[in-house]
């Protein structure tokens, strides 16, 4: 398995851990049972970023730039709602 690869990989399984400690500290019913999730969450969020900066670095995450006449019409739409 290449190093990309292998990144990507790792970058999908943090995510849905972070998903699933989000879920958890919302649907939490106790204080203690809500920081332990939330410490969780933050510290998963944290190595999410490192991956994806990582990945960055080396041209294997790409985002695309968008016009800023894209982005006015946008925030216009939904200014108006």
Same mark, same amino acid.
């Given at each position: &398995? %290449?190093? $990309? #690869?292998? &990144?990507e *990989?790792? @970058?999908?399984?943090?995510?849905?851990?972070? #998903? @699933?400690? @989000?879920?958890?500290s919302? %649907? *939490? /019913? /106790?204080?203690?049972?809500?920081?332990?999730? $939330? #410490?969780?969450l933050?510290?998963?969020?944290?190595?999410?970023?490192?991956?994806?900066? @990582?990945?960055?670095?080396?041209?294997?995450? $790409?985002?695309?730039?968008?016009?800023?006449?894209?982005?006015?019409?946008?925030?216009?739409?939904?200014?108006?709602?």
């Open positions: &398995m %290449e190093d $990309k #690869d292998l &990144m *990989s790792e @970058l999908l399984v943090i995510k849905g851990v972070c #998903d @699933l400690y @989000l879920h958890g919302i %649907e *939490s /019913t /106790t204080a203690e049972v809500h920081a332990a999730f $939330k #410490d969780a933050n510290t998963s969020l944290d190595i999410q970023n490192k991956i994806y900066n @990582l990945m960055a670095e080396k041209g294997w995450y $790409k985002t695309d730039t968008v016009e800023q006449q894209k982005i006015d019409t946008v925030k216009q739409k939904f200014a108006n709602k």
